[in-house]
């Protein structure tokens, strides 16, 4: 990727938005230097200065990369390549470290600072201390223009994200018998992601299972993921793989025991209503909300409309959900080169549900699957 042209066109896009940005550890600075993300931990940690870890950039200067001693040791940060980096000191004080950066930058008396939209309240704190004027805009709304849009490049990323995924779910599918709990498949899952190459899981693994005899639950992850999985239930995975640091989010179904005939129907429909997704994400003729009214009348017609219960699908790239979303009243022009899931859901609280996900480019003849695999349901006798 390069980092340098990314960085020279955001600075370029800066237009009358904002005299300086700064983006923490996060997808938008990972996008802009390459700085990798860590897999985030439940509770948080941090080091000595830790509020201004990130980078600093203003137009016509040179980025700057501040780091803590930790994270730029521990991290493998201090020799980083294509971007000026500043390491603190444990004992170092960091208000004087950024006070000497931002004197460097030339701002107004009341500055505009585009922040990335993960930027923690501590490090706006601290800059509203230095810059008592100054006035907080969204980088990441900035960076977006750029982001939406994903080259050949990062297609080709994506695509292989997919290839990792779809192996892991090929040994998971192998591995699966009656009277596994929730908590058996999701640990296999991750095992198999980190087992064919994916740094780890782009989100929280998750299962949606429904039967006669299994009532569907959302959410309370500790209640429900000791349930003992007996036919018959539907089985729904939610879950994607992380590489070269861009997130796949991937979607099947499976039966434990022969399906009845109104599960295949509920199958067939889900199935009929992510084509019509699909073909619907034509880039340059449609928008955001005609594809998900596209998929969303198949479902509707059959009359499983209040089954289905969340917007067609999302933007997706280096975040999991990115804008713009595949959903009634987002209005988005569809483009070439957007990125989107196309997951079409089901859901019965008492009975059989299904679900499929893929990520799917938008092309000017209708989206294009970067997953394949896995289109009959998937029974476990």
């Keep these: 990727m390069n980092y340098s042209e990314r960085l020279q066109i955001f600075q370029q896009n800066f237009d009358d938005s904002a005299d300086m940005a700064f983006f923490p550890m ?25 509020w201004l870890e990130g980078v600093w ?22 020799d980083l390549k294509g971007v000026e980096t500043r390491v603190l000191g444990d004992w170092d004080e960091p208000a004087a470290l950024v006070r000497e950066i931002l004197t460097k930058f030339d701002l107004p008396a009341q500055p505009r600072v585009a922040v990335g939209d993960r930027t923690h309240g501590e490090t706006l704190i601290a800059l509203q201390a230095l810059l008592p004027g100054v006035v907080f ?21 994506m695509r292989k994200a997919g290839d990792i995924t779809e192996a ?34 782009s989100f929280t693994t998750s299962l949606y299972n429904s039967g006669p005899n299994h009532e569907l639950i959302f959410g309370h992850r500790e209640g429900k993921s000791l349930r003992v999985l007996k ?9 994607g793989s992380i590489h070269d640091g861009f997130c796949y ?3 099947r179904t499976v039966s434990f025991g022969q399906p009845d005939e109104e599960f ?35 479902i509707e017609d059959a009359g499983y409309g209040e089954a289905f219960r969340h917007r067609l699908g999302h933007g997706i790239g ?10 009634k009243g987002d209005e988005t022009p569809l483009r070439e080169g957007m990125l989107f899931t196309i997951e079409p859901s089901i859901m019965q609280f008492n009975s059989f549900s299904s679900r499929v996900e893929d990520v799917v480019v938008a092309r000017p003849g209708g989206g294009e699957k970067l997953t394949n695999g896995f289109q009959s349901l998937i029974v476990i006798d």
Excluded: C
Aim: aromatic fraction near 6%; charged fraction near 20%; hydrophobic fraction near 40%.
């Design 26 to 50: 996060s997808a938008d600075l990972q996008y802009l230097t390459g700085v990798p993300r860590e897999i985030p931990n439940f509770g948080w940690t941090m080091h000595p200065g830790a």
């Design 137 to 157: 805009v969204s980088g990441t709304t900035i960076l977006r223009r750029q982001r939406v849009i994903k080259s050949e490049e990062e297609i080709a990323v």
């Design 168 to 201: 892991a779910f090929a040994d998971v599918v192998k591995n699966l018998k009656h009277g596994m709990t929730e908590l058996d498949i999701i640990s296999e899952v991750n095992h198999q992601l980190r087992r064919h190459g994916s740094l780890g899981e």
């Design 57 to 78: 950039l203003a137009p016509g200067k040179d980025a700057i990369l501040t780091l803590p001693r930790m994270t730029a040791e521990f991290g493998g940060l201090s």
């Design 231 to 239: 036919p018959p239930v539907s089985i729904l995975f939610d879950f």
């Design 318 to 327: 280096m975040d999991v959900h990115e804008p713009p979303f595949l959903t």
């Design 264 to 298: 295949q129907r509920v199958y067939d429909l889900v199935m009929a209503s992510q084509a019509a997704g699909i073909a619907a994400l034509k880039a340059g003729e449609n928008t955001t909300t005609q594809a998900d009214a596209a998929a969303r009348q198949v």
């Design 249 to 251: 989010d991937f979607g």
